[in-house]
């Protein structure tokens, strides 16, 4: 079965200081894994994926992803913030065992102060 | 501009009516999905379509039914509508069954009381 963990409910940063939102997978195959943002009153917008190749994903707004089989995680970061990355982030697990279905994470509130 | 458009945006329904969400995309998917969202539980599935004429179950599919008429249209419908069912929706739509959801619509927060 999978199951997907992200560690943090909150996280606050002060603009300009790096960005890390942790999560940590589980999946009885290869898994595919995404960032997807919420801005408030938004819809979700896919950030970055990871399906099988790069370990290091890069994707829009300056972030990135670290695929690390090892220790089952897939945390985002970003090295400087910006106010306009204060939103929600889930990170989201699908396997490919043939399935088609998304898990989410139960999501990080990023807050960025002044 | 293509994309994916819900309506309503919002809407307070009185327990025990019907009510039903629309869903439309323009880019030509063949994949459609409904998702509820609620605090501390992320987004759950609710129903799936793989192509026009087919429908599926998700996770949570009890007192919700969808139809996938045409290509474009992927309406959820609440036969009787029950307080738990309070939460916002969300629709998205991918190429195929199982391909990158790049976007999710922006969602229809309905309130049962």
């Known amino acids: 079965a999978q199951s997907v963990t992200q560690l943090d409910s909150h996280v606050s940063v002060s603009e300009g200081t790096p960005v890390l939102l942790r999560c940590n997978y589980s999946?009885?195959?290869?898994?595919?894994l995404f960032w997807y943002v919420q801005h408030p009153n938004k819809g979700l917008q896919l950030l970055l994926k990871?399906?099988?190749?790069?370990?290091l994903v890069k994707g829009i707004n300056g972030f990135e992803a670290e695929f690390k089989k090892s220790e089952t995680s897939f945390h985002l970061t970003k090295p400087s913030a910006h106010m306009s990355d204060a939103a929600e982030y889930f990170c989201v697990v699908s396997d490919q065992g043939g399935t088609y279905k998304y898990i989410f994470g139960t999501g990080t509130r990023l807050k960025v102060l002044a | 501009i293509a994309g994916i458009t819900q309506a309503p945006t919002s809407q307070i329904l009185a327990a025990g009516r019907r009510m039903t969400l629309r869903c439309t995309q323009d880019m030509r998917h063949n994949a459609m999905y409904w998702y509820r969202q609620d605090l501390g539980l992320g987004l759950r599935l609710i129903h799936y379509?793989?192509?026009?004429?087919?429908?599926g179950k998700g996770e949570v599919p009890d007192g919700y039914s969808v139809s996938r008429a045409n290509t474009d249209d992927f309406p959820l419908t609440l036969a009787s509508a029950v307080p738990s069912q309070t939460s916002v929706y969300f629709c998205a739509s991918s190429e195929k069954l199982g391909a990158v959801i790049a976007f999710f619509g922006q969602g229809t927060r309905l309130t049962v009381v």
């Open positions: 379509s793989n192509t026009a004429g087919t429908t």
């Open positions: 999946s009885s195959y290869s898994p595919s």
């Open positions: 990871y399906t099988s190749a790069a370990t």
